[in-house]
């Protein structure tokens, strides 16, 4: 499995956007990037997933690099609500999804 | 978004009896379901996938004979913890595909495990 990797934890200050990087060097053409999340006590939740372009939707953007070597999930604005372990997984179609460690995001009031 | 239930929402049980968690899609038709246990602390780890009306494929070091999964349904997959033991204490948490999408998996919410 192509492996990604992420800073084990980050903070953010409330209502300010939040960065969040993976680098996945190995990927391969098929590979899909996907990112979830998951809220304490909680399953995880589908974010977004990008291929080649940059992709936008309500929750979030995920900025994908020309070469595809790293890419960036940005929330524009962060809420308390936001405070969960983010997980950035490559996935060729159908295949199953693969948990690393992730990052584990705090927002600050 | 799609729903995915897990019934119980926690339960304990004393060692070496048997615990059958149900993992069911409310509001779509699921042909693969997967299985994973997360520890304290720890990532998901992925224990199976379930196919309806097939076998389930198990990752390596993950004993099929203790966690017996059953997908009988395109609704419905179950897992049965067998002889649990302390160790078995966990969080198990199911996903899902829809049939008509292959992007996005659907999670529950998860059965939190306690073997006394």
């Known amino acids: 499995d192509a492996k990604t990797t992420q800073p084990n934890s980050m903070e953010s200050n409330e209502e300010e956007p939040v960065h969040l990087p993976c680098n996945h060097s190995?990927?391969?053409?098929?590979?899909?990037i996907h990112w979830y999340r998951q809220l304490p006590s909680q399953g995880p939740e589908y974010v977004i997933h990008?291929?080649?372009s940059n992709v936008n939707n309500r929750m979030a953007s995920l900025a994908i690099a020309e070469d595809r070597k790293s890419s960036t999930l940005i929330l524009h604005r962060a809420t308390l609500r936001d405070a969960a372990v983010y997980y950035c997984?490559?996935?060729?179609?159908?295949?199953?999804?693969?948990f690393g460690t992730g990052t584990r995001l705090t927002i600050i009031p | 978004g799609a729903v995915v239930s897990q019934h119980p929402s926690w339960v304990i049980c004393k060692s070496g009896t048997s615990v059958k968690i149900e993992c069911r899609s409310l509001?779509?038709?699921?042909?693969?379901m997967f299985w994973y246990r997360q520890f304290p602390k720890q990532s998901l780890m992925l224990m199976a996938t379930?196919?309806?009306?097939?076998?389930?494929?198990?990752e390596q070091g993950v004993e099929k004979d203790k966690f017996l999964i059953n997908h009988a349904s395109l609704t419905l997959s179950t897992l049965t913890v067998t002889s649990a033991h302390p160790e078995d204490s966990s969080f198990y948490i199911c996903?899902?595909?829809?049939?008509?999408?292959?992007?996005?998996?659907?999670f529950g919410p998860g059965t939190r495990l306690t073997v006394t």
């Open positions: 996903s899902a595909h829809r049939q008509t999408s292959s992007y996005e998996q659907y």
């Open positions: 190995t990927i391969s053409g098929t590979d899909y």
């Open positions: 990008g291929l080649t």
């Open positions: 997984i490559l996935r060729a179609d159908r295949e199953k999804l693969t």
């Open positions: 509001d779509f038709q699921a042909t693969t």
């Open positions: 379930s196919n309806e009306g097939s076998k389930a494929t198990y």
